[in-house]
Nanobody
């Protein structure tokens, strides 16, 4: 499956962005999906994940209550709604897909496919 992330940009603290990830070339409902991010000089870290059917989600503690992951299996899309953005949210955001046997995972090693990333900058 190929993944194409979009929706990044520059925003002031407290602002909102919605990231989108379009999947193609596979049966989208067969994958659980995740969002990860990587800030300059830091390792890639888990942000959010959603089950194949979309009913189950989990979040990193740092974004819980501010970010919402969702998916539309009819459109082969996964989204990350980000509200209350903080400067520490600045990073390249990646969407990822997994064919693993679990329902979801917070580990990047569980994901088989990765998008190219979209940059989010939060600054005043």
């Amino acid at each position: 499956v190929q993944l194409q992330a979009s929706g990044g940009g520059s925003v002031q603290p407290g602002g909102s962005l919605r990231l989108s990830c379009a999947a193609s070339g596979g049966t989208f409902r067969n994958y659980y999906m995740g969002w990860f991010r990587q800030a300059p000089g830091k390792e890639r870290e888990f942000v959010a994940t959603v089950t194949r059917g979309g009913s189950g989600t989990s979040y990193a503690d740092s974004v819980k209550g501010r970010f919402t992951i969702s998916r539309d299996n009819a459109k082969n899309m996964v989204y990350l709604q980000m509200n209350g953005l903080k400067p520490e949210d600045t990073a390249i955001y990646y969407c990822a897909a997994s064919t693993g046997i679990l329902s979801t995972s917070q580990s990047p090693t569980a994901y088989n496919y990765w998008g190219q990333g979209t940059l989010v900058t939060v600054s005043s």
